[in-house]
Protein backbone atom coordinates (compact mmCIF):
# COMPACT_ATOMS: atom_id res chain seq x y z
CA UNK A 1 0.00 0.00 0.00
CA UNK A 2 1.42 3.36 -0.68
CA UNK A 3 0.14 5.84 1.16
CA UNK A 4 -2.03 6.06 4.62
CA UNK A 5 -4.26 8.55 3.96
CA UNK A 6 -8.58 7.37 4.15
CA UNK A 7 -8.08 5.59 1.06
CA UNK A 8 -4.93 3.17 2.09
CA UNK A 9 -5.69 2.79 5.36
CA UNK A 10 -9.51 1.77 4.12
CA UNK A 11 -7.86 -0.85 1.37
CA UNK A 12 -5.18 -2.36 4.22
CA UNK A 13 -8.27 -2.68 6.55
CA UNK A 14 -9.87 -4.79 4.32
CA UNK A 15 -7.30 -6.48 2.40
CA UNK A 16 -7.03 -7.96 5.81
CA UNK A 17 -10.10 -10.35 5.55
CA UNK A 18 -7.19 -12.38 4.03
CA UNK A 19 -5.62 -14.45 6.32
CA UNK A 20 -2.42 -15.37 4.06
CA UNK A 21 -1.13 -12.04 3.15
CA UNK A 22 1.88 -10.07 4.65
CA UNK A 23 0.03 -6.19 4.76
CA UNK A 24 2.95 -3.45 4.42
CA UNK A 25 1.32 -0.39 4.46
CA UNK A 26 4.08 2.63 3.52
CA UNK A 27 3.73 7.12 4.11
CA UNK A 28 6.49 9.56 3.13
CA UNK A 29 4.97 11.08 6.47
CA UNK A 30 4.93 9.37 10.15
CA UNK A 31 1.57 9.81 11.76
CA UNK A 32 -0.20 11.50 12.50
CA UNK A 33 0.45 14.27 9.57
CA UNK A 34 -1.35 17.14 8.28
CA UNK A 35 -3.49 16.87 5.38
CA UNK A 36 -5.26 20.44 3.52
CA UNK A 37 -8.26 19.11 3.53
CA UNK A 38 -11.74 20.85 4.55
CA UNK A 39 -12.70 17.78 6.79
CA UNK A 40 -16.36 17.46 5.47
CA UNK A 41 -17.38 14.02 6.12
CA UNK A 42 -21.11 14.09 3.70
CA UNK A 43 -23.45 11.72 4.82
CA UNK A 44 -21.32 10.24 7.45
CA UNK A 45 -24.32 9.11 9.86
CA UNK A 46 -24.61 6.32 7.50
CA UNK A 47 -20.73 5.59 7.53
CA UNK A 48 -20.81 3.27 10.26
CA UNK A 49 -22.92 0.86 7.91
CA UNK A 50 -20.66 1.25 4.89
CA UNK A 51 -17.50 1.38 6.63
CA UNK A 52 -16.30 -1.20 9.25
CA UNK A 53 -13.39 1.04 10.16
CA UNK A 54 -15.10 4.24 10.00
CA UNK A 55 -17.22 2.29 13.08
CA UNK A 56 -14.73 1.46 15.37
CA UNK A 57 -13.42 5.03 14.97
CA UNK A 58 -16.23 7.25 14.76
CA UNK A 59 -16.38 7.68 18.69
CA UNK A 60 -12.93 9.39 19.18
CA UNK A 61 -13.54 11.14 16.01
CA UNK A 62 -14.46 14.74 17.71
CA UNK A 63 -16.42 15.45 14.93
CA UNK A 64 -18.36 18.78 14.84
CA UNK A 65 -22.14 18.48 13.13
CA UNK A 66 -23.21 20.51 10.65
CA UNK A 67 -26.97 20.77 10.60
CA UNK A 68 -27.56 24.43 9.02
CA UNK A 69 -26.03 25.31 4.96
CA UNK A 70 -26.46 27.99 2.53
CA UNK A 71 -25.45 27.09 -0.73
CA UNK A 72 -24.93 30.52 -2.21
CA UNK A 73 -24.14 31.40 -6.53
CA UNK A 74 -21.37 33.75 -6.17
CA UNK A 75 -22.55 35.60 -3.02
CA UNK A 76 -25.94 35.30 -3.30
CA UNK A 77 -28.26 32.30 -1.50
CA UNK A 78 -29.26 30.17 -3.92
CA UNK A 79 -30.74 27.50 -1.51
CA UNK A 80 -30.46 27.12 2.26
CA UNK A 81 -31.48 23.79 4.21
CA UNK A 82 -32.08 23.57 7.97
CA UNK A 83 -32.47 20.74 10.43
CA UNK A 84 -31.03 18.01 8.72
CA UNK A 85 -27.93 16.86 9.36
CA UNK A 86 -25.30 17.32 6.29
CA UNK A 87 -21.86 16.96 7.37
CA UNK A 88 -19.59 16.76 10.30
CA UNK A 89 -16.83 18.47 10.47
CA UNK A 90 -13.49 16.11 11.67
CA UNK A 91 -9.74 17.47 11.90
CA UNK A 92 -7.74 15.29 9.02
CA UNK A 93 -4.78 15.10 11.88
CA UNK A 94 -6.77 13.21 13.88
CA UNK A 95 -8.89 10.92 11.35
CA UNK A 96 -6.61 9.64 9.43
CA UNK A 97 -4.14 8.22 12.27
CA UNK A 98 -7.14 7.00 13.42
CA UNK A 99 -8.03 5.26 10.62
CA UNK A 100 -4.77 3.59 10.03
CA UNK A 101 -4.52 2.78 13.62
CA UNK A 102 -7.88 0.74 12.87
CA UNK A 103 -5.90 -0.68 10.18
CA UNK A 104 -3.02 -1.14 11.96
CA UNK A 105 -4.96 -3.40 14.65
CA UNK A 106 -5.66 -5.80 12.11
CA UNK A 107 -3.68 -8.93 12.06
CA UNK A 108 -0.92 -8.95 8.64
CA UNK A 109 -0.83 -5.27 8.69
CA UNK A 110 2.36 -2.94 9.49
CA UNK A 111 3.35 0.43 8.27
CA UNK A 112 6.63 2.26 8.04
CA UNK A 113 7.87 5.40 7.03
CA UNK A 114 8.81 4.91 3.29
CA UNK A 115 9.30 7.99 0.27
CA UNK A 116 8.26 5.58 -3.03
CA UNK A 117 10.29 7.55 -5.77
CA UNK A 118 9.93 4.95 -8.40
CA UNK A 119 7.83 2.05 -9.07
CA UNK A 120 9.16 -1.03 -11.40
CA UNK A 121 7.58 -4.67 -12.73
CA UNK A 122 9.77 -7.11 -12.64
CA UNK A 123 10.41 -9.80 -14.64
CA UNK A 124 8.95 -12.58 -12.32
CA UNK A 125 5.60 -10.30 -12.04
CA UNK A 126 6.58 -8.63 -8.93
CA UNK A 127 6.74 -5.38 -8.40
CA UNK A 128 9.74 -3.27 -6.69
CA UNK A 129 9.24 0.10 -5.09
CA UNK A 130 12.06 2.29 -4.88
CA UNK A 131 13.12 5.04 -2.29
CA UNK A 132 16.29 6.04 -4.03
CA UNK A 133 18.18 4.12 -1.29
CA UNK A 134 16.21 0.80 -0.51
CA UNK A 135 13.78 -0.88 -2.02
CA UNK A 136 10.98 -3.31 -0.96
CA UNK A 137 9.24 -6.04 -3.29
CA UNK A 138 5.33 -7.13 -3.48
CA UNK A 139 2.99 -9.43 -5.27
CA UNK A 140 0.50 -6.39 -5.34
CA UNK A 141 0.54 -2.59 -5.31
CA UNK A 142 -2.62 -0.45 -4.28
CA UNK A 143 -1.81 3.30 -5.15
CA UNK A 144 -2.80 5.56 -2.53
CA UNK A 145 -0.46 8.50 -2.69
CA UNK A 146 -2.79 11.27 -3.26
CA UNK A 147 -3.35 13.25 -6.74
CA UNK A 148 -0.09 12.76 -9.35
CA UNK A 149 1.51 10.42 -7.20
CA UNK A 150 3.69 8.44 -8.33
CA UNK A 151 2.11 4.84 -8.62
CA UNK A 152 -0.17 6.34 -11.06
CA UNK A 153 2.88 7.99 -13.02
CA UNK A 154 3.77 3.83 -13.50
CA UNK A 155 0.73 3.05 -14.89
CA UNK A 156 1.42 5.71 -18.03
CA UNK A 157 -1.06 8.03 -16.89
CA UNK A 158 0.45 11.43 -18.03
CA UNK A 159 0.90 14.18 -15.52
CA UNK A 160 -2.72 16.55 -14.83
CA UNK A 161 -2.55 20.13 -16.55
CA UNK A 162 -3.89 23.10 -14.92
CA UNK A 163 -7.78 22.13 -16.23
CA UNK A 164 -7.62 19.12 -14.49
CA UNK A 165 -6.32 20.29 -11.16
CA UNK A 166 -8.52 22.45 -8.08
CA UNK A 167 -5.62 24.53 -6.78
CA UNK A 168 -7.03 24.78 -3.34
CA UNK A 169 -6.21 26.89 0.38
CA UNK A 170 -7.77 26.04 3.70
CA UNK A 171 -7.67 28.22 6.68
CA UNK A 172 -8.17 26.88 9.94
CA UNK A 173 -9.08 29.90 12.30
CA UNK A 174 -10.04 29.22 15.85
CA UNK A 175 -12.29 31.68 17.66
CA UNK A 176 -15.73 31.30 19.73
CA UNK A 177 -18.55 30.54 17.08
CA UNK A 178 -20.98 33.17 16.02
CA UNK A 179 -23.02 30.97 14.38
CA UNK A 180 -23.72 27.25 13.20
CA UNK A 181 -23.85 28.12 9.53
CA UNK A 182 -22.14 26.40 7.33
CA UNK A 183 -21.72 28.04 3.56
CA UNK A 184 -20.95 27.06 0.22
CA UNK A 185 -20.14 29.94 -2.12
CA UNK A 186 -20.22 28.28 -5.26
CA UNK A 187 -18.65 30.24 -9.07
CA UNK A 188 -16.66 32.77 -5.82
CA UNK A 189 -16.16 36.19 -8.17
CA UNK A 190 -17.78 33.75 -11.11
CA UNK A 191 -14.65 31.79 -11.12
CA UNK A 192 -15.05 27.72 -11.68
CA UNK A 193 -14.94 26.32 -7.88
CA UNK A 194 -16.02 27.59 -4.68
CA UNK A 195 -15.11 29.25 -1.12
CA UNK A 196 -16.79 27.51 1.92
CA UNK A 197 -17.11 28.58 5.47
CA UNK A 198 -17.64 25.07 7.87
CA UNK A 199 -17.93 25.39 11.37
CA UNK A 200 -15.54 23.04 13.62
CA UNK A 201 -15.22 22.13 17.04
CA UNK A 202 -12.90 24.55 17.94
CA UNK A 203 -14.07 27.69 15.56
CA UNK A 204 -14.46 27.60 11.68
CA UNK A 205 -12.41 25.72 8.24
CA UNK A 206 -12.19 28.63 5.20
CA UNK A 207 -11.39 27.82 2.09
CA UNK A 208 -11.21 28.19 -1.75
CA UNK A 209 -10.71 25.43 -4.40
CA UNK A 210 -10.60 26.29 -8.13
CA UNK A 211 -9.76 24.95 -11.33
CA UNK A 212 -7.96 26.79 -13.98
CA UNK A 213 -6.78 29.67 -11.88
CA UNK A 214 -3.29 30.23 -10.91
CA UNK A 215 -2.15 30.37 -7.87
CA UNK A 216 -1.95 33.60 -6.78
CA UNK A 217 -5.41 34.38 -8.00
CA UNK A 218 -7.16 31.53 -5.67
CA UNK A 219 -5.38 32.92 -2.65
CA UNK A 220 -6.70 36.30 -3.24
CA UNK A 221 -9.91 34.50 -3.54
CA UNK A 222 -9.42 33.59 0.09
CA UNK A 223 -8.39 36.88 1.34
CA UNK A 224 -11.31 38.41 -0.03
CA UNK A 225 -13.34 35.79 1.29
CA UNK A 226 -11.94 36.49 4.53
CA UNK A 227 -12.84 40.20 4.11
CA UNK A 228 -16.08 39.15 3.49
CA UNK A 229 -16.80 36.72 6.28
CA UNK A 230 -15.83 39.46 8.92
CA UNK A 231 -17.96 42.21 7.50
CA UNK A 232 -20.81 40.21 7.25
CA UNK A 233 -20.61 38.88 10.62
CA UNK A 234 -19.79 35.26 9.73
CA UNK A 235 -16.56 35.06 11.34
CA UNK A 236 -15.63 37.10 14.52
CA UNK A 237 -12.97 40.36 14.32
CA UNK A 238 -11.06 38.46 17.06
CA UNK A 239 -9.89 34.82 15.55
CA UNK A 240 -6.46 33.32 15.40
CA UNK A 241 -5.43 31.46 12.40
CA UNK A 242 -4.34 28.05 13.78
CA UNK A 243 -3.21 27.35 10.31
CA UNK A 244 -2.68 28.27 6.48
CA UNK A 245 -2.34 26.05 4.22
CA UNK A 246 -2.72 24.19 0.14
CA UNK A 247 -2.56 21.58 -1.79
CA UNK A 248 -3.96 19.98 -4.80
CA UNK A 249 -6.72 18.04 -5.82
CA UNK A 250 -7.77 16.07 -8.87
CA UNK A 251 -10.67 17.51 -11.00
CA UNK A 252 -10.60 14.49 -13.53
CA UNK A 253 -10.66 10.88 -13.07
CA UNK A 254 -7.70 9.24 -14.48
CA UNK A 255 -7.55 7.29 -17.92
CA UNK A 256 -6.04 3.45 -16.11
CA UNK A 257 -6.99 2.58 -12.70
CA UNK A 258 -5.32 -0.19 -12.78
CA UNK A 259 -3.14 -2.61 -14.88
CA UNK A 260 -2.02 -6.29 -13.58
CA UNK A 261 -1.28 -5.81 -10.07
CA UNK A 262 -1.57 -2.75 -9.17
CA UNK A 263 -4.34 -0.58 -8.56
CA UNK A 264 -4.92 2.51 -7.96
CA UNK A 265 -7.82 4.08 -5.33
CA UNK A 266 -8.66 7.51 -4.11
CA UNK A 267 -7.61 11.01 -5.42
CA UNK A 268 -4.51 8.63 -7.00
CA UNK A 269 -7.20 7.63 -9.29
CA UNK A 270 -8.99 11.34 -9.46
CA UNK A 271 -11.79 10.16 -7.78
CA UNK A 272 -12.88 13.27 -6.65
CA UNK A 273 -16.76 14.26 -7.20
CA UNK A 274 -16.71 17.18 -10.24
CA UNK A 275 -20.04 18.48 -8.48
CA UNK A 276 -19.35 19.06 -4.63
CA UNK A 277 -15.29 18.32 -4.67
CA UNK A 278 -16.04 15.32 -2.21
CA UNK A 279 -13.22 12.84 -2.18
CA UNK A 280 -12.91 11.26 1.24
CA UNK A 281 -15.96 9.09 0.77
CA UNK A 282 -14.83 7.65 -2.70
CA UNK A 283 -11.19 7.34 -1.27
CA UNK A 284 -12.68 4.85 1.31
CA UNK A 285 -15.16 3.10 -0.89
CA UNK A 286 -12.59 3.27 -3.84
CA UNK A 287 -10.22 1.49 -1.09
CA UNK A 288 -13.03 -0.51 0.51
CA UNK A 289 -12.98 -2.26 -3.16
CA UNK A 290 -9.70 -2.56 -4.00
CA UNK A 291 -8.60 -3.99 -0.66
CA UNK A 292 -11.87 -6.67 -0.88
CA UNK A 293 -10.51 -7.90 -4.69
CA UNK A 294 -6.88 -8.28 -3.56
CA UNK A 295 -8.29 -10.19 -0.77
CA UNK A 296 -10.26 -12.37 -2.53
CA UNK A 297 -7.31 -13.71 -4.95
CA UNK A 298 -4.24 -11.60 -6.44
CA UNK A 299 -5.24 -13.54 -10.11
CA UNK A 300 -7.35 -10.76 -12.14
CA UNK A 301 -7.24 -8.24 -9.92
CA UNK A 302 -7.29 -5.54 -12.39
CA UNK A 303 -10.25 -6.36 -14.65
CA UNK A 304 -12.28 -7.41 -11.62
CA UNK A 305 -11.02 -3.99 -10.13
CA UNK A 306 -11.65 -1.67 -13.09
CA UNK A 307 -15.43 -2.96 -13.05
CA UNK A 308 -16.17 -3.03 -9.65
CA UNK A 309 -14.90 0.93 -9.37
CA UNK A 310 -16.60 2.02 -12.77
CA UNK A 311 -19.95 2.94 -11.03
CA UNK A 312 -17.65 5.43 -8.83
CA UNK A 313 -15.90 6.80 -11.46
CA UNK A 314 -18.75 7.33 -13.37
CA UNK A 315 -20.61 9.16 -10.09
CA UNK A 316 -17.99 11.42 -9.72
CA UNK A 317 -17.22 12.54 -13.27
CA UNK A 318 -19.92 14.89 -15.55
CA UNK A 319 -17.27 15.99 -17.64
CA UNK A 320 -13.56 14.38 -18.75
CA UNK A 321 -11.55 16.51 -18.76
CA UNK A 322 -13.67 19.53 -17.06
CA UNK A 323 -13.01 22.09 -19.44
CA UNK A 324 -13.42 25.80 -17.31
CA UNK A 325 -14.33 27.84 -20.15
CA UNK A 326 -16.97 25.37 -21.08
CA UNK A 327 -18.11 24.46 -17.72
CA UNK A 328 -18.04 27.90 -16.17
CA UNK A 329 -20.94 29.37 -18.41
CA UNK A 330 -22.85 26.23 -18.28
CA UNK A 331 -23.23 26.23 -14.73
CA UNK A 332 -23.82 29.80 -14.61
CA UNK A 333 -26.40 29.66 -17.27
CA UNK A 334 -27.95 26.69 -15.07
CA UNK A 335 -28.08 28.91 -11.95
CA UNK A 336 -29.74 31.75 -13.73
CA UNK A 337 -31.97 29.41 -15.41
CA UNK A 338 -33.61 28.31 -12.21
CA UNK A 339 -33.87 31.12 -10.95
CA UNK A 340 -35.99 32.20 -13.92
CA UNK A 341 -37.99 28.67 -13.59
CA UNK A 342 -39.41 30.47 -10.57
CA UNK A 343 -41.84 32.08 -12.92
CA UNK A 344 -43.14 28.57 -14.11
CA UNK A 345 -43.51 26.79 -10.28
CA UNK A 346 -39.98 24.91 -11.59
CA UNK A 347 -37.78 26.26 -9.55
CA UNK A 348 -37.98 24.12 -6.69
CA UNK A 349 -38.15 20.82 -8.22
CA UNK A 350 -34.35 22.05 -10.20
CA UNK A 351 -32.87 23.27 -6.79
CA UNK A 352 -33.84 19.91 -5.15
CA UNK A 353 -32.63 17.79 -8.06
CA UNK A 354 -29.34 19.86 -7.48
CA UNK A 355 -28.90 19.63 -3.91
CA UNK A 356 -29.62 15.97 -3.59
CA UNK A 357 -27.21 15.48 -5.99
CA UNK A 358 -24.64 17.22 -4.43
CA UNK A 359 -25.49 16.41 -0.80
CA UNK A 360 -25.64 12.56 -2.17
CA UNK A 361 -29.57 11.93 -1.36
CA UNK A 362 -30.27 10.22 -4.26
CA UNK A 363 -30.86 6.18 -4.13
CA UNK A 364 -30.44 5.86 -0.42
CA UNK A 365 -30.26 2.56 1.14
CA UNK A 366 -32.90 0.96 3.23
CA UNK A 367 -32.21 2.42 6.61
CA UNK A 368 -30.08 4.96 6.29
CA UNK A 369 -30.33 8.25 8.40
CA UNK A 370 -31.18 10.42 5.71
CA UNK A 371 -34.22 11.11 3.69
CA UNK A 372 -34.28 13.06 0.34
CA UNK A 373 -33.84 17.11 0.69
CA UNK A 374 -37.25 19.01 0.33
C1 LIG B 1 -8.16 21.90 0.21
C2 LIG B 1 -8.95 20.66 0.03
C3 LIG B 1 -10.17 20.55 0.68
C4 LIG B 1 -10.89 19.35 0.60
N1 LIG B 1 -12.04 19.24 1.32
C5 LIG B 1 -12.72 18.09 1.31
C6 LIG B 1 -13.87 17.91 2.13
O1 LIG B 1 -14.25 18.81 2.87
N2 LIG B 1 -14.53 16.72 2.07
C7 LIG B 1 -14.12 15.70 1.27
O2 LIG B 1 -14.77 14.64 1.24
N3 LIG B 1 -13.00 15.82 0.50
C8 LIG B 1 -12.30 16.98 0.51
N4 LIG B 1 -11.15 17.09 -0.22
C9 LIG B 1 -10.66 15.93 -0.95
C10 LIG B 1 -9.98 14.95 0.01
O3 LIG B 1 -9.03 15.63 0.81
C11 LIG B 1 -9.29 13.84 -0.79
O4 LIG B 1 -10.16 13.35 -1.76
C12 LIG B 1 -8.84 12.69 0.13
O5 LIG B 1 -7.87 13.14 1.04
C13 LIG B 1 -8.28 11.55 -0.71
O6 LIG B 1 -7.74 10.57 0.15
P1 LIG B 1 -6.55 9.63 -0.34
O7 LIG B 1 -6.33 8.66 0.75
O8 LIG B 1 -6.82 9.18 -1.71
O9 LIG B 1 -5.28 10.62 -0.48
P2 LIG B 1 -4.55 11.49 0.62
O10 LIG B 1 -5.44 11.79 1.75
O11 LIG B 1 -3.95 12.62 -0.15
O12 LIG B 1 -3.38 10.56 1.15
C14 LIG B 1 -2.28 10.24 0.33
C15 LIG B 1 -1.14 9.78 1.22
O13 LIG B 1 -0.09 9.31 0.36
C16 LIG B 1 1.14 9.74 0.88
N5 LIG B 1 2.10 9.78 -0.22
C17 LIG B 1 2.08 10.59 -1.30
N6 LIG B 1 3.11 10.34 -2.11
C18 LIG B 1 3.80 9.32 -1.53
C19 LIG B 1 4.99 8.62 -1.89
N7 LIG B 1 5.66 8.90 -3.01
N8 LIG B 1 5.44 7.63 -1.08
C20 LIG B 1 4.76 7.34 0.07
N9 LIG B 1 3.65 7.97 0.46
C21 LIG B 1 3.17 8.95 -0.33
C22 LIG B 1 0.85 11.09 1.49
O14 LIG B 1 1.82 11.44 2.47
C23 LIG B 1 -0.53 10.88 2.07
O15 LIG B 1 -0.51 10.50 3.42
C24 LIG B 1 -10.41 18.28 -0.18
C25 LIG B 1 -9.19 18.40 -0.86
C26 LIG B 1 -8.45 19.57 -0.76
C27 LIG B 1 -7.13 19.68 -1.46
Known sequence: MVGAGPAGSTAAYHLAESPSLDILV?????????????????????????????????????????????????????????????FDHVHRHDFDALLLGAALDKPG???????????????DGRIRLSDGTESLEARAVIGADGVSGVTSKSLGNRKQGKEE?????????????????????????????????????DGYYMGVGFVGLD??????????????CVDHGLLPKEYSLQRKSGGLAPASVVDHVAEEGVLLVGDAAGLLNQLSGEGIYYAMRSGQIAGRILAESLDQAAPRYRKAVKPLLDEVTYSKPIRPRLFRPVLRGYFNAVRLSGLVSLERYLKRRFVNRLFRRRD??????YQELR
Open 165 to 201: LGICFVHHIVCARPHEKAFIFYLWAGDLGYAYLFPTN
Open 215 to 228: GKTVRQHLDDLMVY
Open 109 to 123: VSFRVFNVKSIQRLA
Open 26 to 86: VDKSAFPRHKTCGGALLRCRDWPAEFPNYAEVEANLNGHPNEHMYFCVDRSVWWEGRDSHF
Open 364 to 369: LFEGSH
